[in-house]
């Protein structure tokens, strides 16, 4: 798959470099991995940007690779994160289209974490933060689809 990085208005991001069609697999999101209170140490010693850990369960974390690091945020993305942590496509993808994903959907319901969101779309929530940040019925649709990792499936459930 065809990727470029170009410059965005909040600074760089991922863009289509060919057509993707809807299910296919953009990208896998990879790093190193790290519990909780390792990512806190390296946040509050200026190794880490508090906005940049991507949670994958309940207390790891991964410390994202250069590209799956540079996949911004939109309130109407059109891909997905799988449990495999691959992002896949919503709707088809023309080529010279930014690839985004909610980063809500990744972010436990106990987490107080949130920016301001600049996506840009007709459904921008203005803010960005926890999984209970996004509407309920896009989640429901979310969960629908198989986008929501296990640990947040369960806390939704509880």
Same mark, same amino acid.
């Given at each position: 798959m065809k990727l470029n990085v170009k410059k965005t208005n909040t600074g760089r991001? &991922?863009?289509?470099?060919?057509?993707?069609?809807?299910?296919?697999?953009?990208?896998?999101?990879t790093g190193?991995?790290?519990?909780?209170?390792? &990512?806190?140490?390296?946040?509050?010693?200026?190794? &880490?940007?508090?906005?940049?850990?991507?949670?994958?369960?309940?207390?790891?974390?991964?410390?994202?690779?250069?590209l799956p690091l540079l996949f911004n945020?939109?309130?109407?993305?059109?891909?997905?994160?799988?449990k495999k942590r691959a992002l896949v496509a919503l709707r088809d993808i023309l080529p010279g289209e930014e690839i985004c994903?909610?980063?809500?959907?990744?972010v436990c319901t106990h987490s107080s974490w949130v920016m301001r969101c600049k996506c840009g779309s007709v459904m921008c929530r203005k803010k960005i933060g926890n999984i209970l940040t996004i509407?309920?019925?896009v989640r429901k649709t979310y969960k629908a689809k198989g986008?929501?990792?296990?640990?947040?499936?369960?806390?939704?459930?509880?």
């Open positions: 991001g &991922v863009f289509a470099g060919e057509e993707i069609k809807k299910g296919s697999i953009v990208t896998t999101m190193k991995e790290y519990v909780w209170d390792k &990512v806190e140490g390296l946040i509050k010693a200026g190794k &880490v940007r508090l906005d940049d850990p991507f949670q994958i369960e309940e207390d790891d974390f991964l410390l994202l690779d250069p945020h939109s309130c109407e993305p059109n891909v997905g994160i799988t994903y909610d980063y809500s959907a990744t509407p309920p019925s986008l929501l990792s296990a640990f947040i499936r369960s806390e939704l459930a509880q």
